[in-house]
């Protein structure tokens, strides 16, 4: 079936009208770059993704030359470099260090931040999601080595810096690149110094204390953390919000999420994703010629925009009723479940599995807290920098504790 943006196609088992929450918002924003050819259908999409040929060109990372690799964020690298670079922090993402090292932060974090709820009464949920994802991947990186709130109030001052919009003027470039090092170097002697100070003594099972077993300058493993920060911190936050908002309004989806064990848990997560990926967009440039976007097969060296919202919702991927939420779904096709919303071939998300576990776990207290409610529901805008949908002022309340 060809992809089309709205479709209310009758399904005989399920509801197929088109109801995502991001749809128009990211409908009118999400277009590929520049001389790039728009990529909407899962075959090809998935053939340029898992290409030798093809070099990551999000960012402009095609038009970045960087001298000294370890200087460079892993999104930026491809080949050997990208290779080796990804080698070292994927043991922190596995689903042993998960399982073995994860599953209590995101648990202790999780039940911290609902305390804290309960005893206010109300809170807004991207506040509490943004807290929990800051929290998660700064234990993988090892930034525990501050005051929780105040660093988190640090990375949430630097992310924002480091993907604003410059404007166009020389003097608004300018100003920005003067926050950007001031709000980077706060960050640095705050967070990032202390952290690198105490695995000097005592290393740990964390990212920073690789990174210094492998001689890497200060500079790097701040890139690294804001890499991961980035990628790790901004998206997740995001989901979090989508994924109760769906669960809030869906009584049989979140009984079903409750009743579930894990790995049911993960396929309601997954689906949902699914209809409302964060990232809406992916380039790539390709070094051999590409069949199956135009008519004609494509010459080597062109750019190409993955269009994951489009391929997720194409049946040929998705299967029948491609936008009811279906849940055994994935199961049905004997498929992971993960589609495109996490990327695929050598770039695809290394932190799939922590994203969907601190998700998954989170949730399952906050629908257990007494009187939970969704008092506001968020505000949908668009991030033209990461090309993805932000939700805001989601607002919660609960039955006080106190
Ligand atoms: C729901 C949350 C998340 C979503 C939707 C998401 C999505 C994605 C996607 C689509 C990509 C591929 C980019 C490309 O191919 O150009 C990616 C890459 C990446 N993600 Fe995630 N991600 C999430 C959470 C995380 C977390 C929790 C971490 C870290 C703990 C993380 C770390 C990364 C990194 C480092 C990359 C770059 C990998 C590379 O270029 O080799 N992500 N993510």
């Known amino acids: 079936m060809q992809m089309t943006d709205s479709p209310t196609v009758a399904c005989p088992a399920h509801n197929n009208t088109d109801q995502r929450k991001s749809a128009a918002i990211a409908i009118a924003n999400t277009q590929p770059d520049e001389g790039a050819h728009w990529v909407k259908r899962p075959s090809p999409a998935r053939k340029i993704l898992r290409s030798k040929e093809a070099r990551q060109a999000g960012a402009s990372a095609d038009l970045v030359k960087f001298k000294n690799p370890e200087h460079a964020p892993v999104f930026f690298l491809d080949g050997v470099d990208h290779f080796n670079k990804r080698r070292k922090t994927q043991r922190f993402l596995s689903p042993t260090a998960i399982n073995n090292q994860h599953f209590a932060v995101m648990t202790k974090v999780s039940e911290d931040l609902l305390r804290q709820f309960r ?44 993907i604003a919009n410059a404007g166009s003027s020389k003097l608004s470039r300018a100003w920005l690149n003067l926050a950007r090092a001031w709000r980077l170097g706060i960050f640095f002697l705050a967070d990032v110094r202390p952290a690198i100070n105490a695995r000097k003594h005592a290393p740990k099972d964390d990212a920073i204390s690789v990174y210094l077993e492998e001689k890497y300058s200060y500079f790097a493993i701040v890139i690294e953390c804001l890499t991961y920060g980035t990628a790790g911190m901004l998206t997740t936050r995001e989901f979090i919000v989508m994924a109760a908002w769906y669960l ?47 008519e004609q097969p494509l010459p080597a060296g062109e750019k190409y925009g993955i269009d994951i919202r489009a391929a997720n919702v194409d049946e040929e991927l998705a299967g029948e009723c491609p936008f009811a939420v279906d849940p055994d779904r994935a199961k049905r096709q004997q498929d992971q479940g993960r589609y495109l919303s996490f990327g695929d071939g050598p770039h695809t998300c290394p932190g799939w599995q922590v994203a969907l576990h601190e998700t998954r776990i989170f949730l399952q207290q906050l629908f257990q807290v007494p009187g939970i409610k969704l008092e506001r529901e968020p505000d949908i805008s668009w991030n033209t920098q990461l090309g993805s949908y932000e939700l805001r002022n989601a607002e919660i309340s609960c039955t006080s504790s106190i």
């Open 248 to 294: 809030f309004e869906n009584a049989a989806l979140r009984e079903r999420f409750l009743a579930g064990d894990a790995n049911d848990q993960l396929a309601v997560l997954m689906e949902i994703l699914r209809l409302e990926p964060v990232a809406a967009m992916i380039h790539r440039r390709v070094h051999e010629p590409v069949e199956g976007v135009a």
């Open 119 to 162: 005893a206010d009464g109300r809170a807004k949920l991207e506040d509490l999601s943004f807290s929990l994802a800051i929290e998660v991947v700064g234990e993988i990186l090892g930034l525990t080595n501050s005051d929780r709130a105040a660093r988190a109030r640090r990375i949430q001052r630097v992310l924002k810096a480091s």
